[in-house]
């Protein structure tokens, strides 16, 4: 099951262990640990320049002393979140799945933002917003005012709440090192991915032939079988993907002159390259759909992250 409420602020404070002179070096490996920074960042119009110039002016001795503020509270402040939300899952709508609060580090400007994407909401809790504001507020308070806020403005997204629980269960099955080898981690990837999402009917990976690199042989899949084992890069929907190394969806195949038919009852499809870390791609995730328009942007978000987590483990 996954976490509702995480808390991300250790690792601003590897901040303290540069000089500062290297706090924008310091920046950009604490964006790539943490993937709400950026999406923060883009929100309030802010580049990297104008987020050091802050911390800057805000200045050493004051993050040390929001450090062991940290130090302070942090366990308690934790606890108290997990019992609220342990004891009001109603009043707070835990189980609708498609929301988690993440507490941060970044300018303490604002007490919270939202973000939305394709697993769902990140609720972004500052906490220096918490510390410089600390004798006035409430850390607990903040916290669900924010999470009140959230689901009672924005309706449930059953869509994302399941592409974030999917999402979990494969980053596990992707860094599990009982699965040796790609097929078996592809395999329990498409199962699941079949399972869960219902307009999802035929699930599959194609990879690079490892003779011919201009070829897409068939890999585990899950659903009717199909006569297309091979593919030619440019041929079909595959192919296309192959050969620009772009996603595709397809909202209506039967508009496709170039579409390979596997079953009459296809009516969309969506491709997502897998790339290695050089770039070169080296597989696809291909779905099909019974239903006509059955993917979006969500859905190619989504399979693009998956993709990642395999170029990561075995690219």
Same mark, same amino acid.
């Given at each position: ?7 991300? =602020? ?6 303290? %262990? $540069? ?5 924008? /070096? ?9 993937? @709400? ?15 050091? +110039? ?33 004891? +009001? ?5 835990? +189980? ?6 993440? #507490? ?7 007490? $919270? ?8 909401? @990140? ?7 918490? $510390? ?12 669900? !005012? ?6 009672? %403005? ?17 980053? *596990?099955?992707? =860094?599990?090192? +009982? ?10 990837? /498409? ?24 070829? #897409?042989?068939?890999?585990?899949? /899950?659903?009717?079988? %199909? ?22 969806? @397809?909202?209506?195949? =039967?508009? !496709? ?8 009852? *296809?009516?969309? !499809? ?32 989504? #399979?693009? !992250?998956?993709?990642?987590?395999? %170029?990561?483990?075995?690219?």
């Amino acid at each position: 099951m996954r976490s509702v409420f995480r808390d991300f =602020t250790d690792e601003f404070f590897q901040i303290l %262990t $540069y000089p500062k002179e290297q706090w924008n /070096v310091f920046w950009q490996k604490y964006k790539q640990s943490i993937d @709400v920074i950026e999406p923060l960042m883009k929100k309030q119009g802010l580049s990297d320049e104008e987020v050091i +110039n802050i911390f800057r002016k805000m200045g050493r001795k004051e993050l040390d002393k929001a450090y062991w503020y940290r130090q302070e509270i942090i366990r308690e402040f934790k606890s108290e979140i997990i019992g609220e939300l342990t004891k +009001n899952p109603d009043k707070l709508q835990v +189980n609708r799945g498609d929301y988690a609060v993440y #507490l941060v580090c970044f300018l303490g400007q604002k007490p $919270y933002e939202f973000l939305d994407s394709f697993k769902g909401t @990140v609720i972004a809790v500052d906490f220096l917003y918490i $510390y410089l504001n600390k004798d006035r507020i409430n850390p607990k308070d903040l916290v669900v !005012e924010a999470i009140l806020n959230f689901v009672s %403005t924005v309706p449930q997204n059953t869509k994302k709440a399941d592409f974030w629980v999917l999402y979990d269960k494969i980053l *596990t099955i992707v =860094t599990n090192s +009982n699965y040796k080898t790609k097929e078996e981690v592809m395999q329990r990837i /498409v199962e699941l991915l079949s399972e869960r999402i219902d307009y999802y009917n035929w699930v599959g990976f194609y990879l690079v032939d490892n003779k011919d690199k201009g070829l #897409l042989t068939l890999g585990p899949f /899950v659903g009717e079988p %199909t006569e297309h084992e091979k593919i030619k890069f440019g041929q079909g929907i595959c192919g296309q993907a192959a050969s620009s190394k772009k996603t595709f969806i @397809v909202g209506d195949v =039967t508009k !496709e002159e170039n579409y390979l038919s596997c079953s009459p009852k *296809t009516k969309s !499809e969506i491709v997502v390259p897998i790339f290695d870390k050089k770039g070169n791609i080296v597989g696809e995730i291909d779905i099909d759909s019974h239903q006509k328009d059955a993917f979006d942007q969500d859905d190619k978000l989504f #399979l693009e !992250e998956i993709a990642r987590l395999i %170029t990561d483990r075995f690219y």
